[in-house]
């Protein structure tokens, strides 16, 4: 079945940076497109990043505005892993953060944007928490 | 981007009674591409529904989704004891993908 490990979550100052990571396994990880969502205290969820499976040299990346110049997303597909980059972190960052697989539903052509992906996400993690605090 | 308003923002129901969960777009929903989804606390959320109408797999007949355009609807039909939690509805349809804030359906 489809499992979901996400890992490298705590406690980080403000400016900090702190690397997530996702283990995926039950699918073949390097045909999906795989994404991170967080969930903060009192808030509703919020889609962060996705990206593309595939060779590294094609990847389609696109990131919230909220975390973009900040988080990267980046995966290793020999070792069916996820990875969530971020830097320069703030208060307003501190969430549950969950890794997902991404059922990709349609790609557009944005104006100024260029393509983009959405999909829902079918499959989930349990979550790491990230506590952005002095 | 699309804006998703739920309500209510908690739901007080009794084990064996109807929920239904409203979640409503600032604009229309390209193709339907409405889902909704159940958290619960130190669980992996869950896919209940996508496509607004479409079951995800494993998912109790119970739980059905409706509409089309900017009105979307969760309804269970049998509350089970397990079904209190939080709910979430997304849409896809469009750049970028946002979620509602959220329905709280806990026990009467």
């Known amino acids: 079945q489809v499992q979901l490990v996400e890992s490298g979550g705590g406690l980080v100052k403000p400016g900090g940076s702190l690397r997530l990571s996702c283990e995926a396994s039950g699918f073949t990880f390097s045909d999906y497109y795989m994404t991170w969502i967080r969930h903060a205290p009192g808030k509703g969820l919020e889609w962060l990043s996705y990206i593309s499976g595939g060779s590294s040299g094609s990847r389609f990346i696109n990131y919230a505005d909220s975390v973009k110049g900040r988080f990267t997303i980046s995966r290793d597909n020999a070792k069916n892993s996820l990875y969530l980059l971020m830097n320069s972190l703030r208060g307003e960052d501190t969430a549950v953060y969950f890794c997902?697989?991404?059922?990709?539903?349609?790609?557009?052509?944005?104006?100024?944007?260029?393509?983009?992906?959405?999909?829902?996400?079918?499959?989930w993690g349990q979550g790491t928490l990230v506590t952005v605090s002095s | 981007e699309i804006v998703l308003t739920q309500s209510p923002g908690t739901l007080s129901l009794s084990p064996g009674e109807r929920g239904t969960l409203s979640c409503r777009a600032s604009q229309s929903v390209s193709s339907n591409f409405l889902a909704w989804y159940q958290v619960k606390p130190g669980q992996a959320p869950r896919l209940l529904i996508y496509g607004a109408s479409r079951r995800a797999t494993g998912i109790p007949d119970r739980f059905s989704g409706s509409g089309s355009g900017t009105d979307f609807t969760l309804t269970i039909s049998r509350l089970e004891p397990e079904d209190f939690a939080l709910y979430y509805c997304q849409q896809y349809g469009s750049s970028p993908s946002t979620f509602g804030q959220g329905t709280k359906l806990e026990i009467k």
């Open positions: 997902a697989r991404f059922h990709l539903a349609v790609t557009s052509f944005y104006e100024g944007r260029g393509y983009l992906s959405q999909g829902y996400f079918d499959y």
